[in-house]
Nanobody, 123 residues
């Protein structure tokens, strides 16, 4: 079955950087949408970024992270990354990796989810 395992979260000061990883297994993800979402305490889950698992790697970003976050993938490792730079306290949340067998896809149409990794940004 499909498994998504996130790693790389932690505590960082404002202005710092973190790189999250999502190791995907259980099937071939060619053509899939791979997304990153986050949920802060007391708030709804929100879309962060997505990448299409094809040769041209189409990407999408939430306005709140454009220019600071970069999503990418490594075919050989079947892994999707989220490079987060210039982190702000409001980026604090649990970050989730998700997968959907189609593109484009709305945020509520992702079929597979990881367990999440905590990112905390101190001021």
């Amino acid at each position: 079955q499909v498994q998504l395992v996130e790693s790389g979260g932690g505590l960082v000061q404002a202005g710092g950087s973190l790189r999250l990883s999502c190791a995907a297994s259980g099937r071939t993800f060619s053509g899939y949408a791979m997304g990153w979402f986050r949920q802060a305490p007391g708030k709804e889950r929100e879309f962060v970024a997505a990448i299409r698992w094809t040769w041209h790697s189409t990407t999408r970003y939430a306005d709140s992270v454009k220019g600071r976050f970069t999503i990418s993938r490594d075919n050989a490792k079947n892994t999707v990354y989220l490079q987060m730079n210039s982190l702000k306290p409001e980026d604090t949340a649990v970050y989730y990796c998700a997968a959907a067998p189609r593109w484009p896809v709305s945020s509520d149409e992702y079929d597979y989810w990881g367990q999440g990794t905590q990112v905390t940004v101190s001021s």
